[in-house]
């Protein structure tokens, strides 16, 4: 009534005479309760059978969100909201209804969810949105800056009637960069509450060792082994470190070393292990297979930055030939034999004057051959090989011109006296006077027993002196008997024509009797026997 009159009278003069009752005319309040916020907008009064805009002041409340007016202050829902039309006649309080605001802080990322306003008794779902950091994974959400675990994940159910700040909860990015070479591990994530496993897998590079991994590119030093543990809270690159294989080739023979890894920038020692081949020698180590020259020894330093395969260097082993003339000369030059290489044995024969060369022998005593010059020796083995000879013989044959018995032939050899024979031939009517070169010798040259010396074969003939007899004279009485005669065996011999002279007789002849009164041969006749005779005169 008193809100009316004061209206009235100051809007209207009451002019008429006469009595007036005036009746009060009530509006209703519209009384605002911020309900736990502040700056809640002051009374309104609605008119009755009017519209009242409720105000459009809103009140505060810090991390709520204002979502309208309700008639309870336990409403969760709201009636009014403000600027809105009151159209009931009648008084009311409206209590403020509050969100609960969700609020998003991306961490030290970027791209945070725009703010969300929760329904009091409702559930809200959290943004999807996730937010970004370079080299850090989004783990989800949680109400400390400073967690290391998760409260929330993206989209799921926010249910508390409070208001809340979600902070992100970042994993940091462990990457792995092959650096070189193939096969990657996947990132991986760690988490701020853990120790991260790194992982197990190993990238490739042909002809490299994978080492570990490292925090820079270019280091040869290894801060990671894989499947060791990674415990910063930082996000990391980790490049691969890679060992060059240093790998051994026995290049034809056995026994290699087992492959070597070298360190970045760190010296290899190699392999003091050497491989072996039969029947080669062992030089060392060369980068090419067909090198004759090794670049490396077992135990040498190997300084490169490279991967490297390394080829034994084989030296065949070979075999000195001699010969030796053995008292000759002319042997031939010392040959070379290579291992498991059959030799033709050199085809120049020595020479030694008097001998013939019958091959060659490992003994300077021998007396058969065992190798001949063009054949081949096989044996892995140096070689001293001597000349046999054998000394140039000479038969010696006997003649025994005329006669019979002649020694069997003889054999002299070089430079060695021959004894010949004792064996004489023989020959009737004639006397063996020794051997000839010449079959009409007269002149005996050699002996029976005596030396044949000459280097020469030859044919001795015997050398004979014919027989000879005595013819004697005996004047038998008388005198001037002939002179004694010589007979050659087989000649027939005159007898001499001299007459002996006995004083009263009358020479008859010769007989061999000096009692003979018949003469057997007359002067001049022939003397024919084989035999020394004394002839005596006959006389009358």
Known sequence: ?????????????????????????????????????????????????????????????????????????????????????????????????????????????????????????????????????????????????????????????YTSNNSIILYAVWGFNVTYNANGGSGTPSMQIKSPSGTLTLSTTIPTWSNHSFLGWATLSSSTYVSYKEGSSYTNNTPISLYAVWGYNVAYNANGGSGAPAMQVKTPSTPLTLSSTAPSWSGHTFLGWAADSFSTIASYTPGSTYNSNSSVTLYAVWK????????????????????????????????????????????????????????????????????????????????????????????????????????LSYTTPMRTGYTFQGWSTFLGSTIATYQAGGYYTNNAGATLYAVWKADTYIITYNANGGYSAPANQTKTYGDMTTLSYTIPIRSGYSFQGWATSSFATYAQYSAGALYTDNASITLYAVWK
Request: no cysteine; aromatic share 14%; hydrophobic share 40%.
């Open 1 to 157: 009534m008193f809100l009316f009159v004061l209206r009235a009278l100051r809007k209207t003069a009451y002019s008429v005479d006469a009595n007036l009752t005036l009746y009060a005319v009530w509006g209703y309040n519209v009384t605002y309760n911020a309900n736990g916020g502040s700056g809640a907008p002051a009374v309104q009064v609605k008119m009755p059978n009017t519209s009242l805009q409720l105000s459009s002041v809103t009140p505060t409340w810090v991390d709520h969100t204002f979502l309208g007016w309700a008639i309870t202050s336990s409403a969760t829902t709201a009636n009014y909201q403000a600027g809105a039309s009151y159209t009931t006649n009648t008084p009311v309080t409206l209590y403020a209804v509050w969100g609960y605001t969700v609020t998003y802080n991306a961490n030290g990322g970027s791209g945070a969810p725009a703010m969300q306003v929760k329904t009091p008794n409702a559930s809200i779902t959290l943004s999807s949105t996730i937010p970004i950091w370079s080299d850090h994974t989004f783990l989800g959400w949680s109400t400390s800056s400073s967690a290391i675990t998760v409260s929330y994940q993206a989209g799921a159910s």
């Open 316 to 419: 065949v082993i070979t075999y000195i030939i001699t010969y030796n003339a053995n008292g000759g000369f002319g042997a031939p030059a010392d040959q070379i034999k290579t291992y498991d290489v059959s030799l033709p044995l050199s085809y120049t024969v020595p020479t030694k004057t008097g001998f013939s060369f019958l091959g060659w022998a490992t003994s300077s005593f021998a007396t058969i051959a065992s190798y001949q010059p063009g054949s081949y020796y096989s044996v892995n083995a140096g070689l001293a090989l001597f000349a046999i000879w054998k000394a140039v013989t000479y038969t010696i044959t006997f003649n025994a011109n005329g006669g019979f018995g002649a020694p069997a032939d003889q054999t002299k050899v070089y430079d060695e006296n021959l004894m």
